[in-house]
């Protein structure tokens, strides 16, 4: 079973986390530091797998993870979960947010975290891996998509500054981005220690 | 809830604008973290003033999704998000579901607020609505309403939409995971779900079987046959497109049915017999090579040896496990250690075909490769392992690697694991896995912060306290005990345990219980007993106990008897007759009247100090001092083999005890200085390192010795390189000495290796000696001295240095074959027979070859032929001679093929014509395609004369006409060894008359044409090939009369032709 899915940047800065089994919402915040500390250590030419993590269930616990260029996608499972199998469902994740958000990057993130959240919950129900075609999980966001669409009104306004955003070229921009300083309306936050 | 939202904020405006970097979003306190954001309090602001506006609500309750990941405090805002979910049009509805699932957990107040809702939108007619509940039910549902929505969600597995079928499914295994009794009724309506029409829902549905099959396996062995086909189907293709990823079909879905096939078919034949096939196909289909098929593998494999083995698929499954260990790409290679863990157990061989992989892996960059391999390691087997694996692996542990942070950190997961696994009481481990449990914790314990040493005491305690560990394990466990303790202020555990074991009847453990004791009134003199971590420091030892002079003078002047050798007293006794005789109960006096001796024999520490025995209590105090000194060092926890240096040093002091074990050391340590020259240069020191390291670490996997030839001589060499100590010259020529005394102590094979090589005046053993120290002159001379009497072997020895002579070009030469050289005597017998006798071209007459021998004869014509055994192939020479006075004219000469043996080039050959009473000849080369100990060549030649004439003939070849010496160096074979597969073994007795190990070597070496690649002691190394170029390796070594032999070789056959062949050696020998 899927324990937990946290993506977060390369600053530990979490960017998406979602929980199937119950942790207090302390114990999930250290979850996610502890995570990014065992992973954010470890060079790119090891392997995408570790064990431990204390917090989240110990030796049976398994950290399976992938590196794509400003944010690491952890996938916290228990025994019963294939390494491999895992590694590809995050792929697929990848693939998938990147064909509903054209060219996805950190900010679609940040600013649709309902999208991102939907779209998991296509692919990954309870814990359990409902689906993996990306075809089949487009067409279903797509689906729910043209609702949105006839709801239109304060959604479009962060859309468009997010298209507009992502028009300078976000990529080449240095890895830490500062959201404060981008003067959309997203809490100003301390960093993260 | 309004409270919370009211003491917010009242609290914000003090705080509004303040920012306090150093606070994490996570950090303890509510109204620092509320102040670490102005902007949180606008949104709750927001929040509390739009209750009533939905519109802005959906965009809030985003934001706090984003405020409550970072981890600011947001419970004011749940109640909205079920209002949200409650009153919002559709768009609304998802979000605020959204909100929900993510805000709460199961046993939330405000939960049970929101079942209304989800019993509304699941019978909804809109699809979406649909959906977004039965999500929300699979994340969070309390489980008391359960009864509430399961006929709905039981409805919505007859629904026409398949995605609606799926999500249905998936709900009810939420609910079976957290309430199974609920849903016992419906368990018929899973079977139904999993002969779906569509292959999403059937795929859900196994999650449930996989849960349940996991609970209770044999409750659902009637589905294997499903499964199986389902399997078979997917794997076949059966599958549309749509499922394929990466051109792979359904790769989640065969991973997971793999899994409920392992579980079905542990330890049941009968169901696992169903499955053999599927998993064939499985493995043969996975080609691609994509990390998918790779995940589709290790299931496989995992499965394989989960189920009752088929040795077929065990194969396969193996050889996949060489591709996941040897692949470059470090995932893979993770896996495949973790596989390789699972299955060694049952495959110990498998570890030791992997073994160079796994050296390098416990010196891999990554530590969880390091970590896997570590278990890899532990996992070799239970007690039926050799005692080196353990013992090595703590070496290994100890010493560590290069990098002190890298060692802290695998120390430390050592003792966390073992820890972890103490944790679960009852489990029964191998003694050997307790034993190396407790050297680590004790001697690491302290790296574990968290962890009280109490608990890792009363770990101990609970042990001890355990039946089934033996009185040795026990020792070890002591042992921990008391390092801890030194650690420690004081311990309530270890008091207990003193008073516990202070009456113990096993006089070992209360031995330890007193010292404890002892120790534990002296803290200072503890600590500095047991230092930490100094495992690998050497220790000085008095060996003469010259300390004690001040205390035994200042005993014998308060009268003390003077001290007497344990076997003077004995002795004593036994004259006055007023003593108990102790002689039929020998080892009973030893333990019950030494008990620091016995405690010395069994402790880790493998110290003995039996002959210190004494009556005299006073000084049996101090000898217990001294043997805890020794016992700080705690680096001689090894009896055999292990750190051989340090075992010598032991060995000086208690020379009479350890003689037997160290003139053996001796020998192995003499030679391989030797050795080293003419290893050296081709391989670059790391790796001779790296391969040392893996033949010690798995010496004695499978049989006994095996590589412990090279192996334990190399350690041995490695030990004194890497230490360099000053007395390294001095320790060697002590090793020479006892080389000789044990050579003259036991010189029987002696005799027999060394005057060939005295004789031969560049022999290596000779120089070899002389090698190893300047002293070792007098050995030479003195087996100069044996080799008089054994003048009979030196003619034979002179015989055949001749025959070296006579053919020194060949293969042979070094090899000593018996060549045959047709006598004169021999000829003129085949002269007077028949005036034609065929002889063989020049050429050829010098190469090793048969006698010609005649294989049919007619009255006009006859066969001979002869075998030539060249370097390189087998040439039958066959001689067609024509008795009859006129010529005769095509001649044919037909030999057959058979599977075995096979001519090559062209099988016919024709004479157009042979003229009268002249002879032909011609060669044929042979080769032998399967092995077999004897093949039979049909033939047939015909000639014309008066009249067509037919004969057959058959020609036997043995299949030691194909072997041929292998010439290589001992670590080539080291090399080669570790990469064969197929191997043999055999002991067979030897006679009487070959009772020494040189004169079977030589009978073999002889006989079989077998190249003598090192001889060591009572070990030998021979390689040969079968031609063309299929080699066999030999590795021989006798003990008590017999003679071990272990053939390896790429070939499944060709060891086992060979050893019959040296069966029939070892007894043609000794017949003669």
Redesign the interface.
């Known amino acids: 079973m899927i324990k937990a899915i946290l993506i977060f940047n390369n600053h530990g800065?979490?960017r998406?986390?979602?929980f199937?089994q119950?942790y207090s919402?302390?114990t999930?915040?250290?979850i996610?530091?502890e995570t990014f500390h065992l992973v954010s250590k470890?060079?790119e030419?090891?392997?995408?797998?570790?064990?431990g993590g204390l917090l989240i269930g110990?030796?049976d616990n398994k950290l399976i993870y992938r590196h794509y260029a400003t944010l690491y996608f952890v996938f916290c499972v228990d025994s019963?979960e294939?390494?491999?199998?895992i590694?590809?469902?995050i792929q697929?994740f990848v693939e998938t947010l990147d064909k509903c958000f054209e060219n996805v990057c950190e900010l679609d993130l940040?600013f649709h975290?309902?999208k991102v959240?939907?779209i998991l919950?296509e692919m990954v129900?309870?814990g359990?891996?409902?689906?993996?075609?990306m075809?089949?999980i487009v067409t279903?966001i797509d689906?729910?998509n043209k609702?949105?669409k006839s709801?239109a009104?304060?959604?479009g306004a962060p859309a468009r500054a997010v298209s507009a955003v992502k028009n300078m070229n976000l990529p080449e921009i240095p890895r830490n981005i500062n959201i404060g300083d981008i003067s959309i309306?997203?809490?100003?936050?301390?960093?993260?220690? | 809830m309004s409270d919370v939202v009211e003491r917010t904020l009242s609290a914000l405006p003090g705080l509004l604008g303040q920012h306090e970097p150093g606070a994490g979003p996570g950090g303890a306190g509510g109204p620092g973290r509320v102040s670490a954001s102005s902007r949180l309090g606008s949104l709750i602001r927001s929040i509390t003033a739009l209750t009533s506006k939905h519109r802005l609500m959906k965009e809030c309750m985003v934001r706090l999704i984003y405020c409550e990941m970072l981890g600011y405090e947001s419970s004011f805002g749940y109640i909205h998000a079920i209002k949200l979910a409650q009153q919002g049009n559709l768009l609304e509805k998802r979000v605020g579901y959204l909100a929900v699932s993510l805000f709460l957990h199961e046993n939330h107040e405000l939960l049970l607020l929101l079942v209304n809702t989800v019993v509304k939108d699941l019978q909804s007619t809109n699809l979406v609505e649909v959906c977004m509940a039965l999500t929300v039910v699979s994340q969070i549902f309390p489980r008391e309403m359960i009864p509430a929505v399961l006929p709905l969600i039981e409805d919505k597995l007859q629904h026409s939409k398949e995605i609606i079928r799926r999500k249905a499914v998936q709900a009810l295994y939420k609910f079976y995971l957290i309430a199974p009794n609920q849903v016992q009724h419906i368990h018929d309506k899973f079977r139904k779900a999993l002969c779906d029409r569509d292959a999403g829902v059937m795929a859900a549905s196994l999650h449930i079987y996989l849960q349940m099959i996991k609970e209770n396996s044999s409750g659902y062995k009637d589905l294997t046959g499903s499964f199986v086909t389902i399997l078979k189907q997917v794997v076949g293709g059966k599958l549309s497109a749509d499922f394929n990823y990466h051109s792979v079909p359904a790769p989640w879905l065969q991973i997971q049915l793999l899994r409920i096939l392992g579980l079905l078919g542990k330890d049941d034949p009968r169901t696992s017999e169903l499955m053999y096939d599927v998993l064939d196909e499985s493995l043969r289909r996975a080609e691609i090579n994509h990390n998918i098929t790779y995940a589709i593998l290790f299931e496989c494999v995992q499965t394989i040896y989960t189920i009752y083995p088929k040795s077929e698929l065990l194969e396969k499954a193996a050889k996949c496990i060489g591709k996941f260990v040897l692949s470059p790409k470090i995932n893979l290679k993770y896996l495949g250690l973790k596989v390789l863990t699972y299955v060694i157990q049952q495959d110990p061989n498998l570890a030791l075909q992997h073994q160079m992989t796994i050296i390098e892996c416990l010196d891999h960059p990554d530590p969880i490769i390091k970590r896997e391999t570590m278990n890899a390691v532990f996992s070799v087997g239970g007690d039926v392992v050799h005692s080196d694996i353990p013992n090595n692996f703590l070496r290994l542990l100890a010493e560590g690697f290069d990098d002190e942070k890298e060692d802290h950190q695998l120390r430390m997961y050592a003792v966390q694991s073992y820890l972890a696994l103490l944790e679960e009481e009852d489990k029964l481990y191998p003694q050997k896995f307790l034993q190396v449990m407790s050297w680590v914790v004790g001697e690491y314990f302290s790296l574990v912060t968290d962890v009280e040493p109490e608990v890792i005491l009363t770990k101990l305690h609970n042990l001890l306290k355990k039946t089934f560990v033996t009185s040795e394990t026990k020792a070890w466990i002591m042992a921990a005990v008391t390092k801890i303790a030194s650690h420690t202020s004081c311990s309530k555990t270890v008091d207990e345990l003193i008073q516990e074991l202070s009456s113990s009847l096993d006089t070992c453990l209360r031995q330890y219980a007193f010292e404890l004791k002892h120790l534990c009134e002296d803290k200072a003199l503890m600590k500095s007993l047991l230092p930490f971590d100094a495992s690998c420091s050497d220790l000085v030892v008095d060996a003469s106990l010259s300390f004690l002079d001040g205390f035994v003078a200042e005993g014998l002047g308060h009268g003390a008897a003077p001290y007497k050798p344990h076997h003077q007293r004995q002795e004593e006794k036994l004259s006055q007759e007023k003593a108990l005789n102790f002689e039929p109960y020998g080892l009973s006096f030893a333990s019950s009247v030494s008990s620091s001796g016995v405690t010395g024999r069994q402790s880790p520490t493998g110290l003995s100090f039996g002959s210190d025995i004494s009556g005299n209590s006073a000084e049996t105090g101090h000898k217990e001092t001294n043997t805890l000194k020794l016992e700080g060092v705690r680096k001689l926890w090894g009896k055999e083999g292990y750190l051989p240096k340090k075992e010598n040093k032991i060995g000086k002091e208690n020379e009479q005890q350890t003689v037997p074990c160290e003139s053996l050391l001796a020998g192995q340590v003499g030679e391989p200085p030797a050795l080293q020259p003419d290893q050296g240069a081709s391989l670059s020191e790391e790796d001779k390192e790296k391969q040392q390291l893996a033949s010690t670490l798995f010496i004695g996997l499978g049989s006994s010795a095996g590589v412990s030839l090279m192996g334990k001589a190399d350690t041995a060499t490695q030990k004194f390189k890497r230490k360099s100590k000053i007395n390294e010259t001095q320790q060697l020529n002590e090793e020479a000495l006892d080389f000789q005394n044990s050579a003259a102590s036991d010189f029987g094979p002696l005799l027999d290796t060394v005057p060939i090589n005295v004789e031969d005046s560049e022999g290596s053993i000779h120089t070899r000696l002389r090698k190893v120290s300047p002293c070792s002159s007098d050995i030479v001379e003195d087996n100069l001295a044996f080799e008089t009497p054994q003048s009979l072997r030196k003619s034979v020895l002179d015989d055949r240095i001749s025959a070296n002579r006579l053919s020194q070009s060949s293969l042979f030469a070094d090899s000593n074959i018996e060549i045959f050289q047709p006598s004169p005597s021999a000829q003129c017998e085949s002269a007077s027979e028949t005036a034609l006798v065929p002889s063989l071209p020049e050429e050829l007459e010098e190469l090793p070859h048969s006698e010609v021998v005649r294989l049919c004869q007619s009255d006009a014509l006859a066969l001979y032929l002869c075998k030539v055994w060249t370097d390189d192939s087998l040439l039958l020479i066959a001689f067609v001679s024509n008795e009859t006075t006129s010529a005769l004219h095509a001649v044919n000469l037909v030999f057959e093929e058979t599977e075995h043996v096979q001519i090559l080039e062209s099988a016919t050959l024709q004479f157009p014509v042979i003229e009268a009473q002249s002879v032909e000849h011609c060669q044929k080369c042979v080769k032998m395609n399967k092995v077999c100990t004897k093949a039979i060549l049909p033939g047939s030649v015909s000639y014309q004369s008066e009249m067509e004439t037919h004969l057959e003939f058959s020609v036997t070849l043995s299949l030691m006409d194909f072997i041929r010496p292998m010439e290589m160096t001992t670590e080539d074979f080291g090399k080669l060894w570790l990469s064969l597969s197929n191997d043999v073994k055999q002991n067979i007795k030897m006679s009487s008359c070959q009772d020494s190990f040189p004169a079977a070597l030589d009978a073999l070496q002889q006989k079989l044409k077998l190249h003598r690649v090192d001889v060591i002691g009572n070990e030998g190394i021979l390689a040969c090939q079968l031609l063309p170029s299929v080699p066999c390796l030999l590795h021989c070594r006798t003990h008590s009369g017999m003679l071990a032999l272990w053939f390896r070789s790429p070939s499944a056959a060709l060891p086992d032709g060979l050893l019959y062949q040296c069966q029939k050696v070892m007894e043609e020998s000794s017949e003669q």
Request: charged fraction near 25%.
């Open positions: 800065k979490p998406l986390s979602k199937y119950r919402e302390d999930q915040q250290q996610i530091r470890r060079d030419n090891v392997c995408n797998f570790l064990e110990g030796s019963s294939s390494e491999l199998g590694l590809d469902l697929v940040i975290v309902d959240h939907n919950a129900m309870g359990m891996v409902l689906e993996t075609n075809n089949e279903q689906a729910q609702l949105e709801e009104g304060l959604a309306k997203v809490p100003n936050l301390p960093t993260f220690k």
